[in-house]
């Protein structure tokens, strides 16, 4: 049994609450939540989650008190979802685990009915729902499950409908989504694969539907609900976007406006479909495009082409129409060359622009699993390269025409790989939109005046590294907001500009991509983070700490300054959920403030999850990769500049700066050939805010090497990140700097 879904439903409605403009819930937001709850009562009905039920019922009936305005203490009632919320989190999480919940639900619901002032209702869920709960072997009685669950639908009273200002929220609120899902959908035809489009209609397609539901809107809200999840289809790749999907969604959108549009005119109509609404063939066509029986793009028919062009006019058509019918098997253009008003030729040129509609020779579409597999055989054929000139460069006898075809074979494969790499990169331009508005609601939400500037949005980054990034740029530009910048009153005190800057700038420096967020705030407060860690007994005292190091300390899991929690952040949770997102990506972070002035995240990032350039060094038989842009030198210690200073251990004197010396051959248990640092190489390598020199028998060579998953078994090996074979096709594993100096200072 997984509840992962249940997990994930739960999860996306604690992720929006955050994002909540104000402490007053509107008609948006709640019926987003109400969506929310009918979908975590569907999971949690089909594992058995029986507190889970009891959680969401309570939760539904304050939203629905809420919209109504029967919920007089507005500020109690958003503390009680925010703590709901979070119970069905730790309920989940417990189920997840041990399959059942030790705690108990009871008070939490006692809360919500002292709050409303009423007692909450039980409910029943159908026969099949507790029959899916009773066959969960969770030990919880169908019946139990059954006394918990909420209403499936969350559908309110008529009654309710009589409130004018509940329904005119609702109709303006649709209007404006649907005017959003309009503009998405066009974008989306011409970035069909672009997943942030496809999220940006379904939201409103899912806020319509909930709201809806409960208003008792039937007939808008099963027309939403069809059209949601043919959008969820979309955006979980199991349907492709293709022009049919296009077309019935804007046919969609355009018939929910007429819904709307009628219900302003005509709210006693909200039960009947308006005249010339064919709802049916709508939804026969959504179920097709979604079953994948429409498999080619929607074109115009061709009496519509020949009225265009100005061939023939709507009555002539007409006509043609009627004489096709009369004769079955008769095609348009048929009857109008038979009935004398166009020409074959005339019939030809329309059909030939009914092709054209639907090609297109400039680009085509490619699965983006095939494009994956294509760069990991390029991959396959770089190591095979290595090894086919390490075998030559053995052999003494080697033909001089066959090195010269070897080595044009070697520069065709280093050309193919460039490209095929190519082909993964893309603009991080999107990404900075995204984030441009996410700007514009956290400032809304914390009532301050930011501007956004965007720097190197043409900055290619690797696709697969485009979801990976987006969390940890989030939770950074939260912070900036809440944190780093001030009020306009405070910043005209400080003589700041009135409105706040967030800047945000991408580019490429050696084998990375350096993302910057940078505010003109009033940057890290270093006592108050030096107070709340010693507080939290993560260090004893800041004696001798620099600044970088007291500015790392905020990574540390549960380490907030803030005074108070807020819907934005504060809660504790984030920066070490940024570190740890950025490190698994083999990224690194940097922090640099000036009080008063402002706070900057630095992020580098390798350019390819796929490839690195790496330097091959030996130590005893195993041979190790260590990143090149972890490399700052490499050099033979001079026996005079080794010391062992108590205290600090080994040290290697590098250009006047002592620098740690780590034996590689003791964190990995080998017997190395030399153990006296003057008769090795040391190679200094660079951490986040810390450099070390490793010590290595000798160094093979540079490389470029593919990255390879050591497998679950191995993934957590400290200091390694991952392997790579090699040019005589061994294994060797790729070093991870920053791991290995945690190992190492263990």
Not at 369 to 381: F, N, W
Request: hydrophobic share 40%.
């Amino acid at each position: 049994m997984t509840y992962q879904t249940l997990t994930t439903q739960i999860d996306g409605m604690a992720s929006d609450f955050l994002f909540l403009d104000d402490r007053d819930i509107d008609i948006a937001s709640a019926g987003k939540f109400l969506n929310y709850l009918d979908q975590i009562v569907a999971e949690g009905e089909k594992v058995g989650a029986a507190p889970i039920l009891k959680v969401s019922r309570s939760l539904s009936h304050i939203l629905g008190k809420w919209l109504i305005d029967q919920v007089k203490d507005k500020e109690a009632g958003f503390g009680m979802i925010e703590k709901g919320i979070s119970l069905m989190q730790e309920v989940a999480e417990s189920y997840k685990n041990t399959g059942a919940y030790g705690g108990d639900v009871g008070p939490f619901v006692a809360d919500c009915a002292n709050l409303l002032g009423e007692d909450i209702p039980a409910t029943e869920v159908s026969t099949e729902a507790v029959s899916t709960a009773s066959d969960v072997k969770t030990g919880v009685p169908a019946a139990e499950i059954a006394a918990a669950a909420p209403p499936r639908e969350a559908a309110a009273p008529v009654d309710q409908l009589q409130d004018d200002s509940l329904l005119k929220d609702f109709i303006v609120e649709a209007s404006e989504y649907i005017d959003e899902i309009e503009v998405n959908i066009l974008n989306l035809e011409q970035e069909p694969e672009n997943k942030d489009y496809i999220n940006a209609i379904f939201r409103p397609f899912h806020s319509i539907k909930g709201v809806a539901s409960f208003l008792n809107l039937t007939i808008i809200r099963d027309l939403a609900h069809k059209l949601e999840n043919l959008l969820d289809k979309a955006r979980n790749a199991e349907l492709d976007v293709t022009p049919p999907v296009i077309d019935v969604v804007l046919d969609g959108a355009d018939a929910l406006k007429v819904l709307v549009n009628k219900l302003k005119t005509d709210p006693e109509s909200s039960q009947k479909i308006p005249e010339g609404l064919d709802l049916d063939d709508l939804k026969k066509r959504i179920q097709m495009v979604e079953e994948g029986r429409v498999d080619i793009p929607a074109k115009k028919k061709l009496g519509e082409i020949l009225v265009e062009d100005g061939v023939i006019s709507q009555e002539t058509l007409k006509k043609g129409l009627d004489v096709a019918e009369k004769k079955p098997g008769t095609k348009i253009g048929e009857a109008l060359i038979s009935e004398g008003d166009v020409t074959p030729k005339q019939v030809s040129q329309a059909l030939r622009k009914q092709v054209e509609q639907v090609s297109d020779a400039s680009t085509i579409r490619v699965d983006t699993r095939k494009l994956d597999d294509m760069i990991d055989m390029v991959g396959e054929l770089v190591i095979t390269q290595s090894m086919v000139q390490q075998d030559l460069n053995m052999s003494l006898h080697a033909d001089r025409n066959l090195m010269r075809d070897i080595a044009q074979l070697f520069r065709i494969t280093s050309g193919l790989q460039r490209a095929s790499t190519g082909l993964r990169m893309i603009p991080i331009k999107q990404t900075f939109q995204r984030m441009s508005r996410l700007v514009r609601d956290l400032s809304k939400a914390a009532a301050k005046n930011v501007a956004v500037e965007m720097e190197g949005e043409e900055t290619e980054i690797d696709r697969n590294m485009v979801d990976e990034i987006y969390n940890p740029l989030v939770h950074m530009i939260r912070n900036s907001v809440d944190h780093g910048l001030e009020v306009s009153a405070d910043r005209l005190r400080a003589g700041k500009p009135e409105k706040g800057l967030i800047r945000l700038s991408a580019y490429h420096r050696g084998g990375n991509i350096v993302i910057e967020i940078a505010d003109d705030g009033r940057g890290l407060n270093k006592e108050k983070i030096l107070e709340k860690a010693i507080k939290n007994r993560v260090i004893q005292s800041g004696d001798g700490l620099t600044d970088a190091e007291i500015y790392r300390l905020i990574f540390l899991p549960g380490l907030s300054t803030a005074e108070k929690v807020t819907d934005i952040s504060g809660r504790g949770v984030g920066m070490d959920v940024v570190k740890q997102a950025v490190e698994k990506l083999r990224g690194k972070i940097e922090i640099e403030s000036k009080v008063g002035e402002g706070t900057t995240f630095i992020t580098r990032f390798p350019l390819t999850m796929a490839i690195i350039d790496g330097m091959i060094v030996k130590v005893g038989p195993e041979r190790y990769i260590l990143p090149t842009t972890a490399i700052r030198q490499a050099l033979r210690p001079a026996r005079e500049s080794y010391n062992n200073v108590v205290g600090k251990g080994e040290t290697i004197n590098v250009m006047g700066q002592l620098m740690p010396l780590v034996r590689l051959y003791q964190l990995f248990g080998i017997e190395p050939e030399h153990k006296d640092p003057w008769e090795a190489i040391g190679v200094v390598v660079e951490g986040e805010d810390r450099s070390k020199c490793l010590l290595v028998d000798k160094i093979v060579g540079k490389a470029e090497v593919v990255i390879k998953s050591l497998g679950e078994g191995f993934k957590n090996i400290k200091g390694i990140s991952g392997g790579a074979i090699l040019g005589d096709g061994q294994v060797g594993l790729i070093i991870d700097p920053e791991g290995l100096f945690d190992f190492s200072e263990k």
